[in-house]
């Protein structure tokens, strides 16, 4: 079960402030407020559609915002940029790889943008490769390998340089459930040493089993945030799912009718 974790001397790790993000008239991020604590893992949990991604997207700078703040690592995200970023992992929903290089040359690459000392970098890629089981395939194109393939290897560039702050966008997606479980246990191992971690998800148990505190989101607005048990007791739900579903609304799920067998 998560743990609680109290807020750090230093301040919150992540701390986002009245957040809003439009594209034209539709208003993605909708005055978000929230703040990742040092050393939990903090879950947006929402539907396809809610914001979640774009919400990330500002918090790395990929977007900007057009208003409130973003500060990492006490930070601010628009202002100083690189600063705020320097200790950052950011792990995309859909990773963006260069399928014309080998796995090898593609974390050498961000290893090198990422200022690691060479000897060190070789021994990280070895280390991570090994253990992703993706060392047989490190001279191989990134073109040739499978969903999951590519998620491992976009997990790995993410921590690469062992970051303070991971954020993470449906993580889970696409792995088998042996390489599902040490995922979980890596992003617990790194709440665990003192870092943070922001994770994005739609699976109500990936949450409830990992997260130390969400936000239920929806539709840009955050409806309720705290840690599991207390998200519990607003949506008066004996589960996070029935949570969810109370929270966010809609009974479409209640109308579908039951598949008859074929005689």
């Not at 922001?198 to 929806?218: F, G, K, P």
Request: aromatic residues 6%; proline residues 6%; neutral net charge.
């Amino acid at each position: 079960m998560p743990r609680m974790v109290p807020p750090g001397p230093e301040g919150p790790a992540i701390l986002v402030e009245h957040l809003t993000k439009r594209f034209g008239n539709l208003v993605a991020v909708d005055d978000l407020s929230f703040e990742v604590r040092r050393g939990e893992i903090f879950g947006i949990l929402g539907s396809n559609g809610a914001g979640k991604t774009t919400t990330l997207k500002v918090i790395t700078g990929l977007l900007r915002p057009d208003g409130g703040r973003v500060l990492l690592g006490g930070i601010d995200v628009l202002r100083h940029p690189v600063e705020a970023k320097s200790g950052m992992g950011f792990l995309p929903e859909a990773p963006a790889l260069y399928d014309l290089l080998s796995a090898r040359e593609f974390l050498e690459m961000i290893g090198t943008l990422r200022g690691l000392d060479p000897g060190k970098l070789d021994r990280r890629i070895e280390e991570l490769l090994g253990i992703m089981e993706l060392g047989p395939f490190q001279h191989q194109n990134v073109g040739t390998f499978s969903r999951g393939m590519r998620q491992k290897l976009a997990f790995v560039s993410s921590i690469l340089h062992e970051p303070d702050i991971l954020i993470l966008d449906e993580p889970l997606s696409g792995l088998d459930p042996r390489f599902g479980k040490m995922f979980k246990r890596w992003i617990r191992d790194h709440a665990e040493s003192g870092r943070s971690v922001l994770m994005t998800t739609h699976v109500t148990s990936n949450a409830e089993e990992l997260c130390d505190r969400v936000a239920v989101v929806d539709r840009g607005r955050v409806l309720v945030k705290g840690t599991v048990k207390e998200v519990l007791e607003a949506a008066k739900a004996a589960s996070l799912e029935d949570a969810f579903v109370a929270l966010v609304g809609g009974n479409g799920w209640q109308r579908l009718p039951s598949l008859q067998r074929t005689p």
